[in-house]
């Protein structure tokens, strides 16, 4: 079910064009099961992050993705994605900087 949402597939491609997550892991890259008793992975009708469990070559780690969309049935905006390795080393590849455009418009 998840591994067809956008914001799933979106975050895969960040990690798969990323280098420096790319090489931490080592290749292959591989995407394993999402732990559904994690109480990270969390979905409702706006809002979405997974804890999704990768190893590669050289490490093992999480890709955490954080998504929300406005209203339900729109299209599902990811706001950040990083890769926790388990030594506790964070890469970060990608945030969003509509947190930032939405504050400049309250103002």
Do not use: C
């Not at 956008?6 to 892991?25: D, F, G, I, K, T």
């Not at 999480?62 to 969309?69: D, G, I, P, Q, T």
């Not at 390795?85 to 890469?91: A, E, K, T």
């Amino acid at each position: 079910m998840f591994s067809k949402t956008s914001y799933y597939q979106s975050a895969l491609e960040h990690l798969r064009s990323h280098p420096e997550a790319l090489e931490a892991l080592g290749l292959p890259v591989n995407i394993h099961y999402l732990h559904l008793t994690d109480r990270f992975n969390f979905i409702d009708i706006t809002d979405a992050q997974l804890k999704i469990p990768v190893s590669g070559s050289k490490a093992k780690g999480h890709l955490y993705v954080s998504s929300s969309r406005g209203a339900p049935f729109k299209r599902w905006n990811l706001q950040e994605v990083f890769l926790e390795l388990r030594g506790g080393q964070q890469i970060p590849m990608f945030k969003s900087s509509e947190e930032n455009s939405d504050d400049t418009k309250k103002e």
